[in-house]
Structures are given as structure tokens and as C-alpha cells.
């Protein structure tokens, strides 16, 4: 449901906005958007380290649950599952079996919206802004 009202709150705000990019834009109005949700109740972590020197890009704790979400500029179907693999990962690494994905897609004929895809025994939560 979060996902769902960032990508609702992200068209808002950014809309048809043709600058440069960054995916550390993305985070940064990612967590814009989240912190009033989870303030007092929870936190966030950025680019929390693994043991194996792998870097996560927000973990999100909240009413005793652990969120794993990786954030991803779109770049094609192989890129992105790339991204898949990578969230896989860290889920594994995690002992979660759900995870999510924000893809931020500016491409003119993008698809918008969230959908939920299954690689192996995770499940992955994709919402395409």
C-alpha cells in the first residue's frame, strides 16, 4: 500500500519533469515521503552495509518488521532483473521473504503502477513511477 501511494504522491510532485535523475534523487523523495509515516514508530538505514560488503539501499524497520527495498532508474528489462537478482540477494542475506522494488521509469510509454512478482521462494513488490 506504501508503494502504491508513492507512486501516486511521486507523478504529484515530479510529474513530467524532463531533468537529470539521479537515483539518489529517487531516494531522497522516497524518503521524504516515508519518514512522517514511520517517525516516532520506526527508521530507516541508506545504503546499510552487509558482511559481505554489499550495500542495501533502504532498510526500513517498522512495528517490528524489517523492509528490505531497493531503488532502481530504469534501464531496460535486462537492468531491471538484474535489480530482481540483486533484491533475491538480499532477501536471502536477510531471512526475509519479501522484499521491494521502486523503479523510476521515464520512459514516454512506461507503465506505471504495482505489481507483485515471484523469483524462487521471494516475492518481490515492484511499483514502476
Given at each position: 500500500?506504501?508503494?502504491?501511494?508513492?507512486?501516486?504522491?511521486?507523478?504529484?510532485?515530479?510529474?513530467?519533469?524532463?531533468?537529470?535523475?539521479?537515483?539518489?534523487?529517487?531516494?531522497?523523495?522516497?524518503?521524504?515521503?516515508?519518514?512522517?509515516?514511520?517517525?516516532?514508530t520506526?527508521?530507516?538505514?541508506?545504503?546499510?552495509?552487509?558482511?559481505?560488503?554489499?550495500?542495501?539501499?533502504?532498510i526500513?524497520?517498522?512495528?517490528?518488521?524489517?523492509?528490505?527495498?531497493e531503488?532502481?532508474?530504469?534501464?531496460g528489462?535486462?537492468?531491471?532483473?538484474?535489480g530482481?537478482?540483486?533484491?533475491?540477494?538480499?532477501?536471502?542475506?536477510?531471512?526475509?521473504?519479501?522484499?521491494?522494488?521502486?523503479?523510476?521509469?521515464?520512459?514516454?510509454?512506461?507503465?506505471?503502477?504495482?505489481?507483485?512478482?515471484?523469483?524462487?521462494?521471494?516475492?518481490?513488490?515492484?511499483?514502476v513511477?
Open positions: 500500500m506504501t508503494l502504491k501511494k508513492f507512486a501516486e504522491y511521486f507523478v504529484d510532485i515530479y510529474g513530467a519533469n524532463d531533468d537529470q535523475f539521479l537515483e539518489a534523487n529517487g531516494r531522497k523523495i522516497f524518503l521524504m515521503f516515508l519518514r512522517p509515516i514511520i517517525n516516532g520506526g527508521n530507516y538505514y541508506i545504503e546499510a552495509q552487509t558482511r559481505d560488503a554489499r550495500r542495501t539501499d533502504v526500513v524497520d517498522y512495528l517490528g518488521e524489517q523492509f528490505v527495498i531503488l532502481k532508474i530504469w534501464h528489462a535486462e537492468y531491471n532483473e538484474r530482481e537478482k540483486q533484491l533475491t540477494d538480499y532477501l536471502e542475506y536477510y531471512h526475509k521473504e519479501r522484499g521491494y522494488l521502486l523503479s523510476f521509469n521515464f520512459n514516454r510509454n512506461k507503465q506505471t503502477g504495482v505489481s507483485e512478482i515471484r523469483i524462487g521462494d521471494k516475492v518481490i513488490v515492484e511499483a513511477v
